[in-house]
Protein backbone atom coordinates (compact mmCIF):
# COMPACT_ATOMS: atom_id res chain seq x y z
CA UNK A 1 0.00 0.00 0.00
CA UNK A 2 1.05 3.79 -0.98
CA UNK A 3 1.68 6.12 1.84
CA UNK A 4 0.49 9.07 0.53
CA UNK A 5 1.65 12.63 2.16
CA UNK A 6 -0.71 14.30 4.26
CA UNK A 7 -2.76 16.99 2.38
CA UNK A 8 -1.11 20.98 3.13
CA UNK A 9 -2.83 24.22 2.69
CA UNK A 10 -0.99 27.58 4.66
CA UNK A 11 -1.91 31.26 3.55
CA UNK A 12 -1.98 34.54 4.94
CA UNK A 13 -4.94 37.42 3.95
CA UNK A 14 -6.67 39.90 5.83
CA UNK A 15 -9.90 38.31 5.62
CA UNK A 16 -9.77 35.17 7.19
CA UNK A 17 -12.46 33.58 4.93
CA UNK A 18 -9.92 34.03 1.54
CA UNK A 19 -6.59 32.44 3.91
CA UNK A 20 -9.23 29.64 4.50
CA UNK A 21 -9.73 29.29 0.33
CA UNK A 22 -6.39 29.57 -0.52
CA UNK A 23 -5.54 26.82 1.89
CA UNK A 24 -8.45 24.65 0.82
CA UNK A 25 -7.09 25.01 -2.60
CA UNK A 26 -3.41 24.24 -1.80
CA UNK A 27 -5.52 20.69 -0.50
CA UNK A 28 -7.93 19.61 -3.54
CA UNK A 29 -10.00 17.25 -3.21
CA UNK A 30 -9.96 15.46 0.63
CA UNK A 31 -9.25 12.18 0.63
CA UNK A 32 -11.46 9.80 1.98
CA UNK A 33 -9.25 8.45 4.53
CA UNK A 34 -8.60 11.74 6.02
CA UNK A 35 -9.59 11.86 9.86
CA UNK A 36 -7.62 14.10 11.81
CA UNK A 37 -7.54 18.16 10.89
CA UNK A 38 -4.68 19.58 12.22
CA UNK A 39 -4.95 23.87 12.67
CA UNK A 40 -2.37 26.30 13.39
CA UNK A 41 -3.24 30.18 13.59
CA UNK A 42 -2.29 33.86 14.25
CA UNK A 43 -3.35 35.24 17.41
CA UNK A 44 -4.78 38.15 15.26
CA UNK A 45 -6.98 35.50 14.24
CA UNK A 46 -8.47 34.32 17.46
CA UNK A 47 -11.62 36.26 17.94
CA UNK A 48 -12.79 34.35 14.73
CA UNK A 49 -11.34 30.65 15.56
CA UNK A 50 -15.06 29.42 16.29
CA UNK A 51 -16.05 30.32 12.86
CA UNK A 52 -12.90 29.25 11.13
CA UNK A 53 -12.93 25.97 12.68
CA UNK A 54 -16.73 25.50 11.49
CA UNK A 55 -15.68 26.91 8.33
CA UNK A 56 -12.99 24.38 7.69
CA UNK A 57 -15.09 20.83 9.16
CA UNK A 58 -18.26 22.05 7.07
CA UNK A 59 -15.68 22.24 3.58
CA UNK A 60 -13.43 19.61 4.46
CA UNK A 61 -16.33 16.83 5.73
CA UNK A 62 -13.83 16.37 8.91
CA UNK A 63 -14.93 16.25 12.43
CA UNK A 64 -12.38 16.30 14.29
CA UNK A 65 -9.34 18.65 14.82
CA UNK A 66 -6.74 19.61 16.89
CA UNK A 67 -4.04 22.69 17.07
CA UNK A 68 -3.52 26.09 18.69
CA UNK A 69 -3.49 29.71 18.70
CA UNK A 70 0.34 31.50 17.98
CA UNK A 71 1.76 34.54 17.88
CA UNK A 72 3.57 32.59 14.87
CA UNK A 73 2.93 30.16 13.15
CA UNK A 74 4.95 27.61 11.15
CA UNK A 75 4.43 25.56 7.74
CA UNK A 76 6.12 23.92 5.03
CA UNK A 77 9.26 25.84 4.30
CA UNK A 78 6.86 29.03 5.32
CA UNK A 79 6.98 31.34 8.93
CA UNK A 80 3.94 33.67 9.48
CA UNK A 81 3.78 36.88 12.11
CA UNK A 82 2.00 39.59 13.16
CA UNK A 83 -0.60 39.13 10.20
CA UNK A 84 -3.78 37.02 9.87
CA UNK A 85 -3.12 33.79 8.73
CA UNK A 86 -3.44 30.31 9.20
CA UNK A 87 -2.14 26.27 8.34
CA UNK A 88 -3.87 23.62 8.29
CA UNK A 89 -2.85 19.88 7.59
CA UNK A 90 -5.58 16.58 6.74
CA UNK A 91 -3.89 13.46 8.96
CA UNK A 92 -5.34 10.27 7.53
CA UNK A 93 -5.42 7.73 10.55
CA UNK A 94 -7.58 5.00 11.16
CA UNK A 95 -10.50 6.16 13.50
CA UNK A 96 -9.84 3.93 16.22
CA UNK A 97 -5.71 4.66 16.37
CA UNK A 98 -5.95 8.51 17.75
CA UNK A 99 -8.81 9.82 20.46
CA UNK A 100 -8.72 13.46 20.44
CA UNK A 101 -9.76 15.26 24.33
CA UNK A 102 -10.55 18.53 25.49
CA UNK A 103 -9.12 20.57 28.30
CA UNK A 104 -7.87 18.91 31.22
CA UNK A 105 -7.46 21.93 33.81
CA UNK A 106 -6.68 20.27 37.21
CA UNK A 107 -6.24 16.54 37.36
CA UNK A 108 -6.83 13.53 34.77
CA UNK A 109 -9.79 11.97 37.10
CA UNK A 110 -12.51 12.53 34.51
CA UNK A 111 -10.25 11.66 31.41
CA UNK A 112 -9.45 7.89 32.91
CA UNK A 113 -13.37 7.92 32.77
CA UNK A 114 -14.13 9.01 29.63
CA UNK A 115 -11.30 6.70 28.20
CA UNK A 116 -9.95 4.19 29.88
CA UNK A 117 -11.73 2.36 27.85
CA UNK A 118 -10.36 2.97 24.77
CA UNK A 119 -6.92 3.18 25.92
CA UNK A 120 -6.93 -0.43 26.94
CA UNK A 121 -8.04 -1.69 23.38
CA UNK A 122 -5.67 1.06 21.95
CA UNK A 123 -2.89 2.12 23.87
CA UNK A 124 -1.93 4.99 23.70
CA UNK A 125 1.97 5.73 21.92
CA UNK A 126 2.22 9.33 22.17
CA UNK A 127 -0.02 12.37 22.52
CA UNK A 128 0.13 16.01 20.26
CA UNK A 129 -1.26 18.45 23.56
CA UNK A 130 -1.46 22.44 23.61
CA UNK A 131 -2.05 23.97 26.52
CA UNK A 132 -2.90 27.14 28.02
CA UNK A 133 0.40 28.92 29.79
CA UNK A 134 -1.71 30.94 32.82
CA UNK A 135 -2.13 27.28 34.37
CA UNK A 136 -0.04 26.62 36.98
CA UNK A 137 -0.97 22.90 36.63
CA UNK A 138 0.11 22.67 33.12
CA UNK A 139 3.72 20.89 33.92
CA UNK A 140 2.00 18.45 36.55
CA UNK A 141 -0.81 17.64 34.22
CA UNK A 142 1.56 17.16 31.13
CA UNK A 143 3.94 14.80 33.56
CA UNK A 144 0.40 12.50 34.42
CA UNK A 145 -0.89 12.15 31.35
CA UNK A 146 2.53 11.16 29.67
CA UNK A 147 2.58 8.41 32.11
CA UNK A 148 -0.80 7.05 30.44
CA UNK A 149 1.42 6.77 27.20
CA UNK A 150 3.51 3.31 26.34
CA UNK A 151 6.27 5.50 25.68
CA UNK A 152 6.20 8.31 28.73
CA UNK A 153 5.91 10.88 25.83
CA UNK A 154 3.88 13.92 24.81
CA UNK A 155 5.15 16.41 22.21
CA UNK A 156 3.36 20.05 21.44
CA UNK A 157 3.49 23.22 23.86
CA UNK A 158 1.42 26.47 24.97
CA UNK A 159 -0.25 28.75 23.20
CA UNK A 160 0.90 32.15 22.69
CA UNK A 161 -1.00 34.90 21.81
CA UNK A 162 -1.51 38.77 23.17
CA UNK A 163 -4.85 37.75 24.46
CA UNK A 164 -6.81 34.59 24.97
CA UNK A 165 -4.35 31.28 24.79
CA UNK A 166 -6.73 29.34 22.47
CA UNK A 167 -6.29 25.73 21.65
CA UNK A 168 -8.14 23.39 19.54
CA UNK A 169 -10.15 20.08 20.64
CA UNK A 170 -12.97 19.55 17.92
CA UNK A 171 -14.26 23.13 19.70
CA UNK A 172 -12.12 25.51 20.48
CA UNK A 173 -10.61 25.23 24.51
CA UNK A 174 -8.87 27.43 27.35
CA UNK A 175 -7.63 26.81 30.48
CA UNK A 176 -6.37 23.41 30.27
CA UNK A 177 -4.18 20.95 28.53
CA UNK A 178 -5.92 19.50 25.29
CA UNK A 179 -4.71 17.88 22.13
CA UNK A 180 -4.91 13.80 20.57
CA UNK A 181 -3.25 10.22 21.99
CA UNK A 182 -2.18 8.08 18.93
CA UNK A 183 -1.99 4.24 19.77
CA UNK A 184 1.08 2.42 19.03
CA UNK A 185 -0.60 1.54 14.91
CA UNK A 186 0.88 4.63 14.15
CA UNK A 187 4.09 5.29 13.33
CA UNK A 188 5.81 8.57 15.22
CA UNK A 189 9.05 9.99 15.29
CA UNK A 190 9.77 12.72 16.91
CA UNK A 191 13.27 14.48 18.05
CA UNK A 192 13.94 18.21 19.49
CA UNK A 193 17.09 20.63 18.86
CA UNK A 194 18.06 22.53 22.07
CA UNK A 195 19.20 25.82 20.05
CA UNK A 196 22.39 26.25 22.49
CA UNK A 197 25.86 24.49 23.37
CA UNK A 198 27.03 24.24 26.78
CA UNK A 199 30.15 26.70 27.60
CA UNK A 200 31.99 24.84 30.57
CA UNK A 201 31.72 21.33 32.44
CA UNK A 202 28.85 20.50 34.63
CA UNK A 203 28.97 21.73 38.20
CA UNK A 204 27.00 20.38 40.86
CA UNK A 205 24.70 22.48 43.19
CA UNK A 206 26.40 22.79 46.77
CA UNK A 207 23.71 25.15 48.11
CA UNK A 208 20.65 26.81 46.60
CA UNK A 209 17.07 28.88 48.05
CA UNK A 210 14.12 28.83 46.04
CA UNK A 211 15.54 29.67 42.55
CA UNK A 212 19.00 31.18 43.49
CA UNK A 213 22.07 30.05 43.52
CA UNK A 214 24.76 30.25 46.04
CA UNK A 215 27.43 27.72 45.57
CA UNK A 216 28.34 25.49 42.57
CA UNK A 217 31.10 22.92 43.31
CA UNK A 218 31.66 24.67 46.69
CA UNK A 219 32.31 27.96 45.37
CA UNK A 220 30.23 30.99 45.39
CA UNK A 221 28.11 31.02 41.85
CA UNK A 222 29.16 33.83 40.52
CA UNK A 223 32.96 32.95 40.65
CA UNK A 224 31.84 29.84 38.61
CA UNK A 225 29.72 31.66 35.93
CA UNK A 226 32.92 34.30 35.44
CA UNK A 227 35.25 31.60 34.79
CA UNK A 228 32.75 29.41 32.39
CA UNK A 229 31.87 32.48 30.67
CA UNK A 230 35.68 34.10 29.76
CA UNK A 231 37.09 37.53 30.63
CA UNK A 232 35.77 39.71 28.32
CA UNK A 233 31.69 38.73 29.39
CA UNK A 234 32.92 38.60 32.96
CA UNK A 235 34.12 42.29 32.49
CA UNK A 236 30.19 43.47 31.80
CA UNK A 237 27.45 41.24 32.84
CA UNK A 238 25.34 43.42 31.32
CA UNK A 239 25.68 41.51 28.72
CA UNK A 240 24.61 38.29 29.57
CA UNK A 241 20.98 38.31 28.94
CA UNK A 242 19.22 36.20 25.97
CA UNK A 243 23.03 35.15 25.15
CA UNK A 244 23.68 32.97 28.19
CA UNK A 245 22.00 30.55 30.11
CA UNK A 246 21.33 28.02 32.60
CA UNK A 247 21.05 24.16 31.85
CA UNK A 248 19.87 21.76 33.54
CA UNK A 249 20.65 18.31 32.67
CA UNK A 250 17.98 15.46 32.22
CA UNK A 251 18.40 12.69 34.57
CA UNK A 252 18.73 9.42 32.23
CA UNK A 253 18.42 10.99 29.16
CA UNK A 254 20.57 9.01 26.54
CA UNK A 255 20.78 12.20 24.41
CA UNK A 256 22.61 14.78 26.85
CA UNK A 257 19.15 16.58 26.89
CA UNK A 258 18.59 19.33 29.26
CA UNK A 259 16.47 21.77 30.38
CA UNK A 260 17.42 25.63 29.51
CA UNK A 261 16.38 28.20 31.60
CA UNK A 262 17.07 32.28 31.91
CA UNK A 263 19.38 33.89 34.21
CA UNK A 264 16.78 36.62 35.96
CA UNK A 265 19.37 38.25 38.29
CA UNK A 266 22.99 38.28 39.50
CA UNK A 267 24.43 39.28 43.29
CA UNK A 268 27.96 40.74 42.91
CA UNK A 269 27.73 41.66 46.82
CA UNK A 270 27.19 37.99 47.40
CA UNK A 271 28.31 35.84 44.49
CA UNK A 272 24.89 34.96 43.88
CA UNK A 273 22.93 33.88 40.53
CA UNK A 274 19.09 33.55 40.46
CA UNK A 275 17.74 31.46 37.48
CA UNK A 276 14.28 30.73 36.01
CA UNK A 277 13.80 27.38 38.04
CA UNK A 278 13.65 26.10 41.31
CA UNK A 279 17.05 24.94 42.16
CA UNK A 280 17.99 21.40 44.37
CA UNK A 281 21.41 21.15 45.87
CA UNK A 282 22.93 18.04 44.33
CA UNK A 283 20.96 18.25 40.91
CA UNK A 284 24.09 19.14 38.27
CA UNK A 285 23.82 22.36 36.32
CA UNK A 286 25.97 23.70 33.47
CA UNK A 287 25.69 27.36 31.33
CA UNK A 288 25.57 27.77 28.26
CA UNK A 289 24.97 30.20 25.12
CA UNK A 290 22.91 30.97 22.27
CA UNK A 291 23.22 32.19 19.36
CA UNK A 292 22.25 31.90 15.67
CA UNK A 293 25.63 30.23 14.41
CA UNK A 294 24.90 27.53 17.26
CA UNK A 295 21.29 27.11 16.91
CA UNK A 296 21.67 26.34 12.73
CA UNK A 297 24.21 23.81 13.83
CA UNK A 298 21.79 22.33 16.34
CA UNK A 299 18.89 21.94 14.34
CA UNK A 300 21.11 20.29 11.59
CA UNK A 301 22.10 17.31 13.90
CA UNK A 302 18.55 16.96 15.04
CA UNK A 303 17.22 16.80 11.29
CA UNK A 304 20.50 14.37 10.33
CA UNK A 305 19.30 12.21 13.77
CA UNK A 306 15.55 11.74 12.74
CA UNK A 307 16.31 11.66 8.95
CA UNK A 308 18.78 8.30 9.91
CA UNK A 309 15.62 6.79 11.33
CA UNK A 310 13.55 6.99 8.77
CA UNK A 311 12.49 4.22 6.58
CA UNK A 312 10.83 6.65 3.99
CA UNK A 313 9.35 9.55 3.35
CA UNK A 314 7.30 11.10 6.24
CA UNK A 315 3.73 11.40 5.34
CA UNK A 316 3.48 14.81 7.34
CA UNK A 317 4.49 16.63 10.40
CA UNK A 318 3.86 19.14 13.61
CA UNK A 319 6.50 21.55 14.38
CA UNK A 320 6.91 23.66 17.44
CA UNK A 321 9.28 26.10 17.89
CA UNK A 322 10.32 28.53 20.80
CA UNK A 323 9.06 32.23 20.54
CA UNK A 324 12.60 32.99 21.20
CA UNK A 325 13.43 31.17 17.90
CA UNK A 326 12.23 31.84 14.37
CA UNK A 327 12.72 34.99 12.96
CA UNK A 328 14.52 36.36 16.50
CA UNK A 329 17.34 33.50 16.13
CA UNK A 330 17.41 32.28 12.75
CA UNK A 331 16.36 35.79 10.67
CA UNK A 332 13.94 36.57 8.28
CA UNK A 333 12.53 34.87 5.25
CA UNK A 334 11.48 31.85 7.17
CA UNK A 335 15.37 30.76 7.70
CA UNK A 336 13.82 28.23 10.62
CA UNK A 337 11.35 26.39 8.28
CA UNK A 338 13.61 26.44 4.93
CA UNK A 339 16.20 25.06 7.10
CA UNK A 340 14.02 21.80 7.76
CA UNK A 341 12.91 21.65 4.03
CA UNK A 342 16.26 21.32 3.06
CA UNK A 343 17.41 18.48 4.85
CA UNK A 344 13.82 16.73 4.54
CA UNK A 345 12.47 18.11 1.13
CA UNK A 346 8.82 19.25 0.79
CA UNK A 347 7.19 17.12 3.60
CA UNK A 348 3.67 18.90 4.83
CA UNK A 349 4.64 20.91 8.09
CA UNK A 350 1.87 22.68 10.08
CA UNK A 351 3.04 24.07 13.84
CA UNK A 352 3.57 27.00 15.36
CA UNK A 353 5.78 29.03 18.05
CA UNK A 354 5.47 28.66 21.78
CA UNK A 355 5.20 30.33 24.71
CA UNK A 356 7.02 26.75 26.18
CA UNK A 357 7.73 23.21 24.02
CA UNK A 358 6.59 19.65 25.11
CA UNK A 359 8.98 16.80 24.96
CA UNK A 360 8.49 13.27 26.80
CA UNK A 361 6.93 14.62 29.91
CA UNK A 362 8.67 17.96 30.14
CA UNK A 363 8.05 21.66 29.19
CA UNK A 364 11.33 23.01 27.77
CA UNK A 365 12.25 26.73 26.62
CA UNK A 366 14.47 27.80 23.07
CA UNK A 367 13.81 24.35 21.76
CA UNK A 368 12.16 23.24 18.67
CA UNK A 369 10.08 19.85 18.42
CA UNK A 370 9.51 17.95 15.42
CA UNK A 371 7.43 15.19 15.40
CA UNK A 372 7.17 12.99 12.09
CA UNK A 373 4.43 10.40 10.86
CA UNK A 374 5.58 7.69 9.14
Known amino acids: MTMTPFRLGHAADPDWRLAADRCLTQIGSVPKEATLGFLYVTDVLAEDLDEILRSL ?33 LGEFPTEDFRVFPSLVDDL ?16 YLGLVHGDPSNGLTEALIQQLAQRTTAGFLVGGLASAR ?34 SPIGPHHVITEGQRNILMRLDSEPALDVLKRDIGEILARDLSRLGGYIFAGLPIQGSDTGDYLVRNLVGIDPNHGMVAIGELVEPGRELMFCRRDADTAREDLDRMLQGIKDRLSGPPRGGIYVSCLGRGVNLFGPDSAELKQIQAALGDVPIVG ?6 ISQDRLYGYTGVLTLFT
Open 163 to 196: ADALTIADGVTRGGLSGVLFSERVGILTRLSQGC
Open 57 to 89: RAATGIAQWVGSVGMGICATGAEYYEEPALAVM
Open 109 to 124: DDFDLRHGDWMRKNPP
Open 352 to 357: FYANGE
